[in-house]
């Protein structure tokens, strides 16, 4: 016989403490995934669950489409929020994302809003009125003239 029988070792034992220690890179990924991302992003949203629970007539808002106002009403899964003096809406709690503090609103000044007031009334001037003007002022002119020749 010139081929000798081949017989299978058996596995050694250092390879099955090899297979625990390819897992720990993966553990340690998932730890990482929970510190950084998990508990922070649970933990933010029972803050606003807490904040939108705890919703009160009289409270300074900013819903999630930026929307500012003061809440009139609140029920169960609704709230009326008022924007403006004759203007409220309707919202769903979960839509309000942010709890301002009280005097706010008040303390929020428009700024565009008194410009555009003034540039709309001095453009949108009638025609006959500006020729009331004109007609004015070619008026002193003539007063102002007559002065002159009397002070001479």
């Not at 609704?78 to 979960?94: D, F, G, N, Q």
């Not at 929020?108 to 004109?134: H, R």
Request: no cysteine; charged share 25%.
């Amino acid at each position: 016989m010139l081929i000798n029988d081949a017989f299978a070792q058996a596995a050694s034992s250092t390879q099955a403490g090899a297979d625990w220690l390819s897992l720990l890179p993966m553990v340690g990924i998932l730890i990482i995934f929970y510190l950084l991302l998990i508990r922070p992003q649970a933990k933010r949203a029972k803050e606003q669950k807490q904040m939108v629970e705890a919703l009160q007539r009289g409270d300074e808002v900013i819903t999630n489409g930026g929307i500012l106002g003061l809440v009139i009403n609140v029920s169960e899964n609704y709230v009326v929020i008022e924007v403006a003096p004759t203007a409220e809406i309707t919202v769903l709690k979960s839509s309000v994302q942010t709890l301002l503090p009280k005097g706010t609103l008040k303390s929020i000044e428009p700024k565009g809003k008194t410009q555009k007031t003034k540039t709309a009334k001095t453009t949108t001037a009638p025609e006959s009125k500006k020729a009331e003007d004109t007609g004015e002022a070619s008026d002193n002119k003539d007063n102002e003239a007559e002065n002159n020749t009397e002070k001479k």
